[in-house]
């Protein structure tokens, strides 16, 4: 008997169109419903709350529990509908249990978002007095906001058997009604970034959340060989091995990122006594990946490469070009080796440096980067190309603070089977 699926809602960080493209790379078979900035509906296989740990891009993941169409939208049936949620909750039965509600914009008229989430008091006292006759009390968490934080929600404890968080999405046509059933970890990923015992501050760290992403961008069905050419001080090589990769390969031509590598992987097997991960961490040139490594021996490879010389500042026009052009051949170099080491059909995700000048970006030139026969650039999420301030004319991805000189271009690329 085929399993009946349901709907959930996925709250999206930061950078939306990454956010996006990782859950669609996750839930490949699954069926996206609708996605603005802010949300993802998808429509999929009873999800376990577990699930947020193998998202670097998602906030919150909520179950749909109720939903109506806006043409029919009525205050008193979503209190109802959310009140019989709450009822079916045997823990709440006499005790006073924290209560959150969260509005989230799905497309729908900035007009209507505004009327229903100016309704949080309306809704709260309502629910109030109809849970009050059935020996439920509710502590109504108050926000300035009309969605609740990660912290606020995980301060309260609304995530656990103890609370409960309410989201109310409004899409163009419906509202959806759905309760928060996981949230991201925010102690963990600091412990996994700040906690470890080396970072690189000088060359710069990669944050845990993108580089699980990046990882789950290229990552297929298999999950045993993966490799990071430019490993630094590990962050791929860690989250790797927390998504359940069986084997992890890092090379660096560093001496030092090697230490730091190997180091971090000690304290990550020290701290998480579930990683039966194997590790092999040592000093190569990806220019010269194939002298190690068999053609095809990985299934996936997720790297932030070499950003070049550390910028405080603009760069003259003839500095940035020749740095722009030295970068051009590292990477056509370490492409073509890429490529030869990873297996037909895989997918290696890659961070390439654009630079800001003046009042533009400058970017490598990817015919000159690119070289290697039968590897080329795809674009996996045709529906995050709405959020165009993240996605190039080219397909990629850009990740990036206000404040940086270098910017991150994330590139996927598909070798060919032959």
Request: net charge positive.
């Amino acid at each position: 008997m085929t399993e009946k699926k349901e709907n959930y809602i996925f709250v999206l960080g930061s950078n939306p169109a990454l956010s996006l493209a990782e859950i669609i790379s996750l839930f490949s078979k699954d069926k996206i419903l609708d996605s603005s900035r802010e949300v993802t509906l998808l429509n999929t296989n009873k999800l376990n709350p577990e699930i947020i740990n193998h998202l670097g891009g998602t906030i919150k993941v909520a179950q749909v529990f109720g939903e109506m169409s806006k043409n029919n939208f009525d205050l008193e049936k979503i209190i109802e509908i959310i009140g019989d949620e709450i009822l079916k909750l045997s823990f709440l039965k006499n005790k006073k249990t924290h209560f959150g509600i969260s509005v989230y914009n799905m497309n729908a008229s900035n007009s209507f978002f505004r009327r229903l989430s100016r309704s949080h008091s309306y809704l709260y006292i309502n629910l109030k007095k109809r849970l009050a006759k059935e020996g439920v009390r509710i502590a109504y968490l108050r926000s300035k906001e009309v969605a609740l934080s990660s912290a606020s929600v995980i301060k309260n404890k609304l995530n656990t058997s103890e609370g409960l968080e309410v989201q109310v999405v409004v899409s163009s046509d419906k509202i959806f009604l759905a309760k928060t059933i996981a949230i991201q970890d925010i102690g963990n990923y600091r412990k996994y970034d700040i906690g470890r015992p080396y970072r690189d501050l000088v060359s710069g760290t990669t944050p845990p959340k993108l580089a699980k992403i990046m990882i789950n961008l290229a990552s297929g069905e298999l999950k045993n060989k993966f490799l990071d050419p430019f490993c630094g001080s590990g962050t791929f090589l860690q989250e790797a091995a927390l998504l359940g990769y069986s084997n992890v390969y890092g090379g660096d031509l560093s001496q030092k990122a090697i230490f730091e590598s190997r180091e971090n992987i000690r304290w990550l097997k020290n701290e998480n006594k579930n990683i039966n991960t194997f590790f092999e961490i040592d000093k190569i040139d990806a220019r010269k990946l194939s002298k190690k490594f068999k053609n095809g021996y990985f299934d996936a490879i997720a790297s932030e490469g070499y950003l070049g010389p550390p910028l405080k500042g603009f760069l003259d026009e003839a500095t940035l070009n020749k740095n722009i052009k030295d970068l051009e051949n590292l990477y056509k170099d370490a492409l073509k080796e890429i490529s030869l080491v990873l297996a037909g059909g895989g997918k290696v995700v890659l961070v390439l440096p654009a630079f800001k000048t003046g009042g533009q970006t400058k970017y490598l030139n990817l015919r000159s980067c690119i070289k290697a026969p039968g590897l080329s650039v795809i674009n996996p999420c045709k529906e995050a190309e709405k959020f165009s301030e993240f996605i190039t004319e080219r397909g990629s991805f850009i990740y990036s603070r206000a404040d940086q000189y270098v910017l991150r271009e994330i590139l996927i690329l598909k070798k060919e089977i032959k």
